[in-house]
């Protein structure tokens, strides 16, 4: 799920024709005066050779006809590019039967319809969906708008034929479960919802965003089922709502620069973006509380259970993380205690155990992930402890060194997540995948995957091999650290587990430096108990060293 983008990230859509986008100011007017059947005429330049009105549709401009005169009455030679074509002539004329608007294309016209929902020769109208209940829902679905990405998002291109409609199916079902079942989150989004943009999707994952400028319109992949769009509309217009709130009530020092975890993001997060996360994902873990207890088949069910059990976990975690933060003004620590406080009574209600667990690792897993991606242990420390092991000395008793911000390029995230994920639908998917990646004689054809396979299957020994042997190949294959440390804390040592997980960064460096020390090759294993054995674990459900750190150079 995304984060609200702020204002100032401008941009998007495609190639302009104009030097700047104060063309969009002209087509805004058009709009409003079309939308209050006011008459008038601007001009408005072209973009990529189509005339837009926003919230409206598009005009295609007619091919030239010979000899035709491409001079436009009411033309600003100051709007104009000298290589693109010139601005259309927009011109609105009350009559008995309503406004009529035409759009001049130098000597050709287009006339559009008095009902500018429905198609006509020139003018593709922006989709719309309604689905009534109790309550009407009334979108926009725009794959038109240049700035329907409010910034620099990456939307979709125009849907294609046979993609509306799969919109259309399932926002319908997705309005009557959040009637059904989620009455307080349908009265909210039947009042604020307005647009919903087509984003594309990414490998291993849906997208999601808004923008603070654009309340109520909610930028998105299509989600594999209603429930899934339900948490996403939820999540997005949480956004929204905490935006306008921030217009008028400021929570957060804009000019703090430390940066902190964010358990839904790979990458640091000023202050303000973590309550603006918290907040959202609030909504995100509320929505599966309530959704778990609905009707449904046990997949969908343990779907439930799990991502309310990962969302409470992840967002309790990052609550506490964004309280040891000095940027919060008196306002933003009340509005942060009060959801703490609903935080901290859902932590007692019951969880199935396969669902609580699989959510526990994953949480874990992100975090260990995170460090692993952003933090940089002292390098003079790394050195001294990786040449005390080649002297054969004890580890210092002090395992705790400084750590910067420094946020390198990582390469794709591990297949576990998506892999636990399927698990959860389908607890036997996991074990088939296991026996098919096997051959006649029983060697993985994936190496890679059949290790993360045995790892959520539960084949801990196997599991705990592979990791070990991919460290021995590729000691520079983080990731494999954390899987070791998943593996520990179920079936080995705790204590090891929750260093693994906690500081997988200064394991990481350690045993790499140990390796270009040493003539031979370091076990990992014996250097993770060398550096944490006998050493209380600094507990994985703390918010440790997860946050505060100012970016470099500041």
Same mark, same amino acid.
């Given at each position: 799920?995304g984060?609200?983008?702020?204002?100032?990230?401008r941009g998007g859509?495609?190639?302009r024709?104009?030097?700047d986008?104060? $063309?969009y100011?002209?087509?805004?007017?058009?709009s409003a005066?079309?939308?209050a059947?006011?008459? %008038?005429?601007?001009?408005v330049?072209l973009?990529?050779?189509?005339?837009?009105?926003?919230?409206?549709?598009?005009?295609?401009a007619?091919?030239?006809?010979?000899?035709?005169?491409?001079?436009?009455?009411?033309?600003?030679?100051?709007?104009?590019?000298?290589?693109?074509?010139p601005p259309?002539?927009?011109?609105?004329e009350g009559?008995?039967?309503?406004?009529?608007?035409?759009?001049?294309?130098?000597?050709?016209?287009?006339?559009?319809?008095?009902?500018?929902?429905?198609?006509?020769p020139?003018w593709?109208?922006?989709?719309?969906?309604?689905?009534?209940?109790?309550?009407?829902?009334r979108v926009?679905l725009?794959?038109v708008?240049?700035f329907?990405?409010?910034?620099d998002?990456?939307t979709?291109?125009h849907?294609?034929?046979?993609?509306?409609r799969d919109?259309?199916?399932?926002?319908?079902?997705c $309005?009557?479960? #959040?009637?059904?079942?989620h009455?307080?989150?349908?009265?909210?989004?039947?009042?604020g919802?307005?647009?919903?943009?087509?984003?594309?999707?990414r490998?291993?994952?849906n997208?999601?965003?808004?923008?603070?400028d654009?309340?109520?319109?909610?930028?998105?992949s299509?989600p594999?089922?209603a429930?899934?769009?339900?948490a996403?509309l939820v999540?997005?217009?949480?956004?929204?709502?905490?935006s306008?709130?921030?217009?008028?009530?400021p929570?957060?020092?804009?000019? &703090?620069?430390?940066?902190?975890?964010?358990?839904?993001?790979?990458?640091?997060?000023?202050?303000?973006?973590?309550?603006?996360?918290?907040?959202?994902?609030?909504?995100?873990a509320d929505?599966?509380?309530?959704?778990?207890w609905?009707?449904?088949?046990?997949?969908?069910?343990a779907?439930?259970?799990?991502e %309310?059990?990962l $969302?409470l976990?992840?967002t309790h %975690?990052?609550?506490?993380?964004?309280?040891?933060?000095?940027?919060l003004?008196p306002?933003?620590?009340?509005f942060?205690t009060?959801?703490?406080?609903r935080?901290s009574?859902w932590?007692?209600?019951?969880i199935?155990? !396969?669902? !609580?667990?699989l959510?526990?690792?994953?949480?874990a897993?992100h975090?260990?992930?995170?460090r692993?991606?952003?933090?940089?242990?002292d390098?003079?420390?790394v050195?001294?402890?990786?040449?005390?092991?080649?002297?054969?000395?004890?580890?210092?008793?002090?395992?705790?060194?400084?750590?910067?911000?420094?946020p390198?390029p990582?390469?794709?995230?591990?297949?576990?997540?998506?892999l636990?994920?399927?698990a959860?639908?389908?607890?036997d998917?996991v074990a088939?995948r296991?026996?098919r990646?096997q &051959?006649?004689?029983?060697?993985?054809?994936?190496a890679?995957?059949?290790?993360?396979?045995?790892d959520?299957?539960g084949e801990d020994d196997?599991a705990?091999?592979g990791? !070990?042997n991919?460290l021995?190949?590729?000691?520079?294959?983080? &990731?494999a650290w954390v899987g070791?440390?998943?593996?520990?804390?179920?079936?080995? &040592?705790?204590?090891?587990?929750?260093w693994?997980?906690?500081?997988?960064? #200064?394991v990481h460096?350690?045993?790499?430096r140990?390796?270009?020390?040493?003539?031979?090759?370091?076990?990992?294993?014996?250097?993770?108990? $060398?550096?944490f054995?006998?050493r209380?674990?600094?507990?994985?459900?703390?918010?440790?060293?997860m946050?505060?750190?100012?970016?470099?150079?500041?």
């Open positions: 799920m984060d609200t983008v702020p204002a100032e990230r859509g495609g190639r024709h104009v030097r986008d104060s $063309w100011l002209a087509a805004l007017a058009a005066a079309i939308r059947a006011e008459p %008038f005429e601007i001009a330049p973009v990529e050779g189509r005339l837009v009105l926003p919230t409206l549709g598009v005009v295609l007619p091919e030239p006809t010979p000899g035709a005169s491409t001079d436009v009455r009411g033309e600003d030679p100051g709007m104009s590019d000298p290589v693109a074509p259309a002539l927009v011109r609105a009559g008995t039967s309503g406004l009529r608007v035409r759009v001049w294309f130098g000597g050709a016209v287009v006339t559009l319809p008095t009902d500018l929902g429905k198609a006509a020139g593709r109208p922006i989709s719309r969906i309604a689905v009534s209940g109790r309550l009407s829902l926009l725009d794959d708008d240049p329907r990405g409010g910034g998002l990456a979709a291109h849907l294609e034929e046979g993609q509306e919109w259309r199916d399932l926002v319908e079902r $309005w009557h479960l #959040l009637e059904r079942h009455p307080e989150s349908s009265r909210e989004l039947a009042a919802l307005r647009a919903l943009v087509p984003m594309a999707r490998v291993g994952g997208r999601s965003a808004t923008h603070s654009a309340f109520g319109s909610v930028a998105l299509l594999a089922d429930a899934q769009l339900g996403v999540h997005e217009f949480q956004h929204s709502k905490l306008a709130l921030l217009d008028l009530v929570l957060a020092d804009g000019n &703090d620069p430390a940066r902190y975890y964010a358990p839904w993001r790979n990458d640091p997060r000023p202050a303000g973006a973590l309550l603006q996360g918290v907040y959202a994902h609030l909504a995100v929505f599966w509380r309530r959704q778990r609905q009707s449904g088949d046990d997949a969908e069910r779907t439930a259970h799990f %309310f059990a $969302w976990i992840q %975690f990052a609550a506490r993380v964004l309280a040891t933060s000095p940027a003004n306002a933003g620590r009340h942060l009060t959801m703490s406080r935080l009574r932590r007692a209600e019951p199935p155990v !396969r669902e !609580r667990a959510a526990i690792d994953a949480a897993e975090r260990a992930q995170w692993l991606r952003n933090l940089r242990a390098p003079v420390f050195n001294n402890l990786a040449e005390e092991w080649a002297a054969g000395g004890p580890a210092p008793a002090r395992l705790t060194p400084e750590t910067e911000l420094c390198p990582l390469g794709p995230d591990s297949p576990r997540a998506g636990r994920r399927a959860v639908r389908d607890p998917l088939r296991l026996s990646s &051959d006649g004689n029983g060697m993985a054809r994936d890679i995957l059949r290790v993360e396979l045995a959520i299957a196997a705990k091999l990791y !070990r991919r021995l190949d590729s000691p520079r294959h983080r &990731d070791l440390g998943l593996v520990e804390r179920r079936s080995g &040592d705790p204590g090891l587990a929750e693994l997980l906690c500081r997988p960064e #200064l460096a350690v045993y790499l140990i390796r270009q020390l040493c003539d031979g090759v370091a076990d990992p294993i014996s250097v993770a108990r $060398w550096l054995e006998g209380p674990g600094p507990g994985y459900d703390e918010p440790l060293d946050g505060g750190w100012r970016p470099l150079g500041d």
